[in-house]
Structures are given as C-alpha cells and as structure tokens.
C-alpha cells in the first residue's frame, strides 16, 4: 500500500511540474518499426461475422437522429481508426500525453493565449472536472475531500432555463446549484459562497442573460465562467468562439459532429483552470475524476478527430447531407398526403433537418406510431417522433452509403400500407 501511496503523490507532484511548465519535451523511444505495425484484419472467434452485435443478438440500426450518446455518437473515420490503434501499441505518461495534447489542440484551434485543453471522458466528465479544478485548485487535500466541501467555496450560478440533465455533473461535486432568472437576481445571488457561473448552450434562447452578456457579468462580478456546448459544432468556429468571448471553461462532445471517439470530449480553458482539472480526474488516484478515466487510443484520437475536422470542405458537408434529405424527400412526397419541410436549430447539432407531415385523413399512423414501425422495419430504422415539430423529423449527417435509400423506401411502404 505504501509503494501506491508514494507513486500516487509523485505522480500528482509531477503533474503539477507539467502544468507549471507547460512545455513537454518528451520522445517516442519505440521503435519505428512498432509504430508502422498493422495489426491483423483477420478475426477468430467472437466478430468474426464482421457484425459483433449481431453475434450477440442486438439490433444495429440506421441512424436518421444524429450524434446521439443512447446510440453511440458518430461513426469513426478510418484514418482515426488507425492512429488509435498505433497509440494502442505504446505506454506513456497519461498526464504528459494529457498536457502535450491539450498544448497541441491549443495551437490546432488558435486558442487565445493562455488557454489550453484537457481530453476528458466525454463533455460530462470535462463539466464536472473543470467545476472540481476550481473548487480545489492545486490543494491535494481539498483534491482527496470531494464532495466534501468543507472550507471550499460551494455554490454555482445557474439561470432556471439552464437547468437540465447534465448539470448532475455540476451536482457531483458536492455544489448547490442557485438559480436565478434576471439580472438583479444574480446580483443578489452573488457572495462568498459562490464558485463558478455556468451557462448550457443549448439553452441560450431560453435565458434573459444570453451567452455573450453571461460571460461579461461573470467578469464584472471577477467570477470564472463555464460554458457547456457539448453538441454545439457545426459550425466549426464555436471551437473557438467562447473562449475568444472571455469563457473560462468551455466543454465539448468528441463523438459528436468531430466524429472522435465516442468516450471522448474536451475541456477547453484558462491553462491554470485546466491543470486544476487535470489534477481532479484520472489517472490520479483518490479524486472524483478517477471513474471518468480516458485512455491513451482516445487522447490521440481526439487529437487527429480534430486535425480531421478542421480540415474538412464544411459547406460541401452541409450541401451533402441536405441533398440526402432532398433525395428522401422526392420519393416520400409521392405519397398522396405526405409533405416536407427542411429546418436547421438555430443551436446545437445544426445540420440540415427534415420534417415529415402527412394528412391523419389519408393516412392512419400517429407520428409515433409511424416511428415504431421504423424502427421495426428490415433493417431498423430510428427516426424522432412527438417532440417539438408535428410528425417525424430527420437527419442524415450520420447515414452511411446507400442507406437514404432504403429510408425513403421504407417510408413510402409504411405510408402507402396505412393509406385510406
């Protein structure tokens, strides 16, 4: 026990060393030959159908609702694929590859100077690592007593419209969330107590206080800032956009629209807040981040996900996956009573969508009716129904090859078969 607890506190010391530095020198003392090792396509055994799902009896689907974390975010690109299996085949530091990543993501995104970045185990655990690095700073003792926040400051600011499912990762930390409306009530809200100000994306048409104003307040108030934009690129430019704001922390999705690893997100910030961060979450040990542990393959892959991402023709995207939507759309509206629309949300996962409506008179199906047999259909087709807009709403920025056609299909099947 003692050999871990001596490894564990010069593993925190030399974190620290890293942060304070912010310069990692480090060399890959492998072998060339290693690294240019391909790993063998051939498989025995379990997956060697090519489908491991099938082989253990769950359905794969096609997927018309996007970057969905209940279905798995994005499909991985080939390349990405590679490089995480060449980071497979090494050991390293992990709180150095953390550091010499971030420094390079910094610079990948012209960061403002003095930010940096942290790969986390996906947007929640970079919510709820940031939120701990500014509770506790570089103090290992405040570090090991989470959620016990005893001598720490222990309140966050939040507007009521903001509150949602994800800020549980704000509530991990031992915070009391205090909700205001206005901007007298923040006012108010503000004392000794308070930690942090946290903003949801996503919600920014909802609040009084938008994005830009929030984040202004909180430097008048001299109180950092965290913006959680999980799902929020495209466009690209919002991997940049608040920070350049002023945001202390902002936190992103990587198995989302940037098709990294799906256990994968980025903590983006102030390089102090950030090495807090990193001290409250794996691979350190006795810190609330230990459970949300991300591995080598997936700090390197968020790394080359983002190299590909910033590269790609985004307006050719966009052209293609709307002509996607057009192609099903041709096929669906000869339906007698079937009708499409096209929308883009004004925020978050702002791709072309499209909205499927049909008169209830000449077609018998409620829109989720029509969605459970989608999803009943050979091959499984899941496509949102009941929520904000009338009957089913689409995407297909996550389609793979030839499958428009085969919703378009099972669309004008399903329509034509429930017909007056």
């Known amino acids: 026990m003692r050999l871990g607890t001596e490894w564990n506190r010069r593993s925190f010391l030399g974190t620290l060393g890293m942060i304070a530095g912010s310069v990692i020198a480090g060399s890959m003392t492998a072998s060339k030959k290693l690294f240019a090792a391909k790993a063998s396509s051939k498989v025995s055994g379990f997956g060697q159908t090519g489908n491991p799902y099938e082989e253990l009896g769950v359905t794969t689907v096609i997927n018309c609702e996007g970057t969905m974390t209940m279905l798995g975010g994005s499909i991985l690109r080939p390349e990405l694929e590679a490089v995480m299996a ?17 420094k390079r993501i910094a610079e990948m995104l012209k960061l403002p100077e003095g930010y ?40 966050v600011i939040i507007q009521k ?101 799906q256990c994968a997100g980025l903590l983006i910030g102030r390089k102090d807040l950030v090495g807090y961060a990193l001290l409250n979450n794996s691979p350190h040990e006795d810190t609330l981040g230990r459970s949300s542990k991300v591995g080598k393959e997936e700090i390197i892959g968020m790394v080359k996900a983002l190299d590909l991402y910033l590269n790609e023709d985004h307006e050719a995207l966009a052209k293609e996956w709307q002509g996607r939507l057009d192609s099903i759309s041709r096929q669906v509206v000869r339906v007698p009573g079937v009708s499409t629309a096209f929308f883009v949300p004004d925020i978050a996962n702002r791709v072309p969508h499209m909205q499927i409506t049909w008169d209830v008179a000449r077609i018998s199906l409620t829109p989720k009716q029509a969605s459970q047999l989608l999803r009943e259909s050979k091959p499984a087709i899941l496509m949102g129904a009941g929520e904000e807009k009338p009957g089913l709403a689409m995407n297909s920025f996550m389609l793979q090859p030839g499958e428009d056609k085969i919703v378009a299909d099972q669309l004008v099947r399903i329509f034509r078969e429930h017909s007056a």
């Not at 970045?117 to 506790?136: D, N």
């Open 161 to 261: 419209s903001h509150r949602n499912p994800f800020d549980h990762q704000l509530r991990t930390t031992g915070v009391k969330l205090i909700e205001i409306e206005t901007r007298d009530e923040l006012r108010h809200a503000i004392g000794p107590r308070t930690a942090m100000m946290h903003f949801t994306n996503f919600a920014n048409g909802a609040g009084q206080i938008k994005v830009d104003e929030w984040v202004k307040l909180a430097k008048q108030y001299k109180l950092p800032c965290m913006n959680d934009a999980a799902a929020d690129t495209p466009p690209v430019s919002h991997l940049w956009d608040y920070t350049n704001m002023g945001y202390d922390l902002v936190t992103f999705s990587g198995g989302k629209a940037m098709r990294g690893p």
């Open 116 to 155: 940096t970045a942290l790969v986390t185990s996906g947007a929640a655990a970079a919510i709820q690592s940031g939120l701990a690095g500014i509770l506790t700073g570089d103090n290992e003792t405040f570090i090991k007593q989470l959620p016990d926040l005893t001598g720490l400051k222990s309140e």
């Open 86 to 102: 060449q980071a497979g085949r090494h050991f390293v530091s992990i709180p150095e590859l953390e550091v010499a990543a971030g």
